[in-house]
């Protein structure tokens, strides 16, 4: 299918293990984003990438990690997950153009 | 001080009514402004996109930027149930710079 997918959808972890959310877009679109959606703040960006390889800190990145190794997939994981992690996820991408793409997003809590 | 400030809302107006949502923003060098529509559980949409001042209209949909005063509009005429989501103001500086920082989304609601 076209677009830009997440997995999983809804994800419950315990405080400490690994988590890794994927992203997968077929447009081939240069940028790809990490966002994380809270109530009373709106999306703010935890990473971003402009291509593959090249990754970047956004506004809130302590405590995750991503790899871009290939254009059409952006994983973002979690190390050690805290309950301050519980959030929804949106993985966007574009490709120089005002609109950013937003995939359904990810539900994670952390018990 | 967050760079982009929204009224979250809720917001509720009947059908028919006229809707104007609004964001604030602090950082002059933000030059292309857009909104967003989210429907509950499902990602934002791109709903229109100013570049500069000046105004913009889409079928029912105005936006309006001032950049003198670092304040955007969004206006809805005829609004509809269909209308009712979460909208988002977001900002960038150019392209080339590709990020966006987003408000905090107003929630609107259309009562029929």
């Known amino acids: 299918d076209a677009g830009i997918t997440q997995s999983p959808r809804y994800k419950i972890t315990e405080t400490g293990r690994q988590v890794t959310l994927m992203c997968h877009q077929t447009?081939?679109?240069?940028?790809m984003f990490w966002y994380r959606q809270d109530l009373g703040h709106g999306l703010r960006l935890i990473y971003y990438?402009?291509?593959?390889?090249?990754?970047d800190k956004g506004e809130v990145p302590d405590g995750y990690v991503v790899s871009r190794s290939k254009t059409e997939n952006f994983p973002l994981t979690l190390e050690s997950a805290t309950r301050s992690q519980t959030s929804v996820y949106f993985c966007?991408?574009?490709?120089?153009?005002?609109?950013?793409?937003f995939g359904q997003g990810t539900r994670l809590t952390v018990v | 001080q967050k760079e982009v400030e929204q009224d979250p809302g809720p917001l509720s107006v009947p059908e028919g009514a006229i809707v104007s949502l609004n964001c604030t923003y602090s950082?002059?060098?933000?030059?292309?402004f857009m909104w967003y529509r989210q429907y509950s559980r499902k990602g934002p949409e791109l709903l229109m996109y100013?570049?500069?001042?000046g105004n913009k209209e889409d079928g029912r949909f105005t936006a309006q930027v001032d950049k003198s005063s670092k304040y955007i509009s969004l206006f809805i005429r005829d609004s509809q149930p269909s209308d009712s989501a979460t909208y988002l103001c977001?900002?960038?500086?150019?392209?080339?710079?590709?990020?966006?920082?987003f408000g905090t989304g107003t929630r609107l609601t259309i009562i029929p």
């Open positions: 977001a900002m960038r500086i150019n392209f080339g710079n590709e990020k966006l920082t």
């Open positions: 100013t570049y500069s001042s």
């Open positions: 990438s402009a291509a593959a390889d090249i990754t």
């Open positions: 447009w081939s679109h240069s940028y």
């Open positions: 966007a991408s574009s490709d120089l153009t005002p609109e950013a793409f």
């Open positions: 950082n002059s060098a933000f030059q292309y």
